[in-house]
């Protein structure tokens, strides 16, 4: 099993709401990452959490808050967010993270679809 | 700066072409590079490549990597219609734990 599920597959917030964005995993992976994807760009890393702490953030604005309850669940949570902010964004994990020696595999969820009105 | 250059940017071919997709890189202390096919939404992973001039092979997708040369190419032979997708090159290298992904070369495929 190689899935990664996120949820909800699509999102229409205001930019005076709160929501969030959730993530799952089962493959006992311990690193778990967020990544924001605009049309025809690249993923853009946001945030990396390894064995549950957050280990990089990508000067990340504060209206984007991650939150990993356990090895298996990545959240993100949003929060007077701007029209820019709409994008598809991907969760990922790797069997291990900030580990030089070791060839990570992401293995990415099908994302959510953000539109900011 | 680590740099992942991926060309051509976009390919339209019929079914049953054979294509080549390329991927040049500029970093540091080179560790291991990576094509994702990525449709519609999630990125899935094809291939890790880390050796020199071993073909890592998956039915009718394959790739190289030429570490001398600085890039890798995944060849698709027989293309089928299914094979349209945006497919990503990335590169772990350095002292970076993430991996610096290419802009993607975006393929379709028509019957």
């Known amino acids: 099993d190689t899935e990664v599920t996120q949820t909800p597959k699509h999102l229409v917030m205001g930019m005076t709401n709160k929501k969030s964005l959730k993530c799952e995993q089962h493959m006992g992976h311990r690193a778990m990452y967020w990544y924001k994807q605009k049309a025809k760009k690249p993923p853009e890393l946001m945030f990396v959490?390894?064995?549950?702490?957050?280990?990089i953030n990508e000067s990340v604005p504060s209206r984007f808050s991650p939150e990993c309850p356990n090895s298996s669940l990545l959240n993100l949570h949003l929060h007077a967010l701007q029209p820019e902010d709409s994008a598809l964004y991907l969760c990922?994990?790797?069997?291990?993270?900030?580990?030089?020696?070791?060839?990570?595999?992401?293995?990415f969820g099908a994302g959510t679809r953000l539109s900011v009105l | 700066e680590d740099k992942v250059v991926q060309s051509p940017l976009s390919l339209v071919v019929h079914e049953g072409d054979t294509v080549t997709l390329n991927c040049s890189y500029e970093v540091t202390n080179f560790r291991s590079l990576l094509w994702y096919k990525q449709e519609k939404k999630a990125p899935t992973f094809l291939f890790m490549l880390t050796s020199s001039g071993i073909e890592k092979k998956s039915g009718r997708l394959s790739s190289i990597l030429d570490k001398k040369e600085l890039f890798s190419i995944l060849n698709i032979t027989a293309t089928q219609t299914g094979d349209s997708a945006i497919y990503l090159c990335a590169v772990e290298a350095g002292g970076s734990y993430i991996p610096t992904f290419g802009r993607g070369t975006s393929l379709i495929v028509h019957p």
């Open positions: 990922a994990s790797s069997q291990v993270a900030l580990n030089l020696a070791a060839k990570n595999i992401q293995y």
């Open positions: 959490y390894s064995y549950e702490k957050l280990s």
